[in-house]
């Protein structure tokens, strides 16, 4: 046996060169799935595996994209970015039709502000009954159709 390297052609110290595609020691390539799960960077999970009580930032816990406010608990549709109790309250306080054209029913108070101004304010009992029935009521809908967010 001989003293010398074992591969005359390579100069002591030198790494043997993988074949083209191969990793050493087994490695996985960068960015490549190793036993079938995909590769997260340092200190991240998954969104389905958010830790216990901590949501994603700037929504709530819960809450998902497509419905920012929640769903309706029974009917699911998601909420509105209105507030009902905001709205019920500028009928109730201003009655010229301000809650009304808020909800994006634009007709609907610009016409109950109409009737407010011709009248020299006595139409404005209809947009007070108005806010009144917005405030006590469950099926309260903006333009889109969606319910209005409780308070």
């Known amino acids: 046996m001989s003293e010398g390297p074992e ?4 100069p002591e110290g030198e790494q043997p060169q993988q ?6 020691y087994g490695q996985q390539p960068y960015g490549q799935e190793q036993y079938g ?7 991240q999970q998954p969104y389905a595996q958010q830790p216990y009580g901590q949501p994603q930032y700037g929504q709530p816990y819960g809450a998902s994209p497509a419905a920012p406010y929640g769903v309706h608990p ?8 209105k507030s009902k109790l905001l709205v019920g309250l ?3 306080l201003i009655p010229l039709g301000i809650g009304r054209m ?3 029913q634009t007709g609907l108070g610009v016409a109950q502000l109409l009737v407010t101004v011709l009248t020299c304010g006595i139409g404005a009992l209809w ?16 333009s889109q159709g969606r319910p209005l967010r409780p308070s």
Do not use: A, H, K
């Not at 074949?19 to 050493?24: A, N």
């Not at 799960?37 to 200190?43: F, M």
């Not at 029974?74 to 970015?81: A, C, F, L, N, Q």
């Open 7 to 10: 591969n005359p052609q390579r």
């Open 19 to 24: 074949p083209y595609g191969e990793q050493p």
């Open 37 to 43: 799960q995909p590769q997260q960077p340092y200190g």
């Open 74 to 81: 029974v009917t699911g549709i998601p909420y509105s970015d």
């Open 90 to 92: 500028l009928q109730v």
């Open 102 to 104: 808020m909800m994006g």
């Open 127 to 142: 947009p007070f009954i108005d806010g009144i029935v917005i405030l006590v009521s469950d099926d309260v809908r903006d």
